[in-house]
């Protein structure tokens, strides 16, 4: 009887007391780890920017709004994301290419024979290092050395009048365009260049031009009519008959399709291979658009005035689902007039007043190279030939060259 008092009413209360105690004590243990935690980690995260348990799934727009001390102790203390999407190595590599851009100018300005504006370039595919360069009062200048030194050339023209605005080669074919209505042709990387007598029914001065194909090549005009040729520039067929009004610039995807903004900035439209005519499209914004173009999974972007960048996540080009706007720049106010994607993840943006910005992480954050600030142009296009060589354009002759042989664009090189 005694026994059984014990085991039903004694033990149990025993029993109580004792895991009370033993609660008591991980309490204050836990409490302690907590307080280590927390002591530890303010002690090597200083900044006030890092009020975060770093070893929490975060939006990789949380890491990037750390200032670079934060994010090297992030890595050195290995506090790096557990995260299915963001891992260790990734988080290096742009570290790496943070650090890379920051500390070391990878845009040079190339110095030119000639103060015109910039308006395009290419390079030739079947000769790698040689491109060509074209702009106002008929400006055309060759490399052969990948874009470090540049020779002015002549198109035998009457007059320097022309506005040289479009480039673009397929192997050793070349088209140049420009305004007024002008058209030259080269089947040998430009050792020679012939005047194609411009086709006098086309609606308007051109103001694109692509090489599609060995002989085959698209031609945009300044009311948005699209010309094609199948023959090396001697027919030319309208892919799209109606004009669509004076426009501000096109842009061309990789899968043929286009995007135009009206001359005004208040509308664009977008046009599909087999479409019979432009889908009018209103912005989605009050602000007017500055331009347009396609991103490297065919994508619309849009930048408006004032500085915002718009990026369209639909499935198609005419679908209306666009992004918040971002602003580069952190505020309002500056004009930003081109976008190019490096890779996916990495974009740069170009703007007046020597602005140059760039993303890592698919345009969620942004950051400023300040090493072209005191260039005194305005940036009116970006380029990138391939994942090393990239150019900007200008006015009074500007041209920067973007070259690395830094392993910092592979992951594996991490």
């Known amino acids: 009887m005694i026994t ?12 109580s007391i004792w895991i009370k105690k033993q609660l008591t004590k991980i309490s204050k243990l836990t409490f302690v780890f907590f307080f280590l935690q927390i002591f530890t980690i303010n002690t090597v995260f200083a900044s006030p920017d890092f009020t975060f348990l770093v070893k929490n799934n975060l939006a990789i727009s949380d890491f990037y709004s750390l200032n670079n001390d934060t994010k090297k102790n992030i890595i050195d203390n290995n506090l790096y994301y557990n995260s299915s999407y963001y891992n260790e190595k990734q988080l290096q590599l742009d570290l790496v290419k943070t650090d890379a851009i920051n500390n070391k100018n990878y845009w ?23 491109g060509w360069l074209v702009g106002t009062k008929s400006t055309l200048l060759e490399t052969t050395d990948k874009g470090k030194t540049w020779q002015l050339k002549s198109l035998n023209l009457e007059e320097d009048k022309y506005r040289l605005n479009g480039i673009s080669f397929v192997e050793n074919e070349g088209w140049v365009t420009g305004q007024p209505s002008i058209l030259f042709h080269t089947l040998d990387g430009g050792s020679v260049w012939t005047r194609i007598p411009f086709n006098t029914q086309f609606a308007g001065d051109p103001i694109l031009i692509t090489a599609v194909d060995k002989g085959k090549a698209e031609i945009v005009t300044e009311f948005g009519v699209i010309y094609e040729t199948t023959n090396s520039g001697q027919n030319w067929k309208a892919k799209v008959k109606e004009p669509l009004g004076k426009l501000r610039n096109v842009a061309r995807s990789q899968n043929g399709s286009y995007v135009a903004v009206s001359a005004t900035g208040s509308f664009y439209a977008t046009w599909q291979p087999g479409d019979s005519e432009w889908n009018f499209q209103l912005r989605q914004s009050s602000r007017r658009i500055q331009t347009m173009g396609f991103t490297q999974d065919n994508h619309l972007w849009m930048l408006t005035r004032g500085g915002q960048l718009w990026i369209n996540q639909g499935d198609s080009i005419n679908s209306n689902e666009w992004q918040e706007p971002i602003n580069p720049e952190g505020r309002l106010g500056v004009g930003l007039l081109n976008l190019a994607y490096h890779n996916p993840k990495e974009i740069w943006i170009v703007g007046g007043s020597g602005a140059l910005f760039y993303s890592l992480d698919g345009g969620l954050t942004w950051n400023k190279d300040f090493s072209t600030e005191n260039i ?27 070259e690395t042989d830094e392993k910092v664009y592979s992951i594996n090189n991490v």
């Open 4 to 15: 059984l008092f014990f085991t039903t009413i004694c033990l149990p209360i025993k029993s």
């Open 108 to 130: 040079k300005q190339i110095e030119l024979e000639t103060k015109e504006i910039l308006l395009d370039i290419a390079f030739v595919p079947t000769e790698p290092s040689r």
């Open 376 to 402: 005194p142009s305005n940036f009116y296009k970006i380029t990138f030939v391939d994942p090393q060589l990239g150019f900007v354009l200008g006015n009074q002759g500007t041209l920067l060259r973007y």
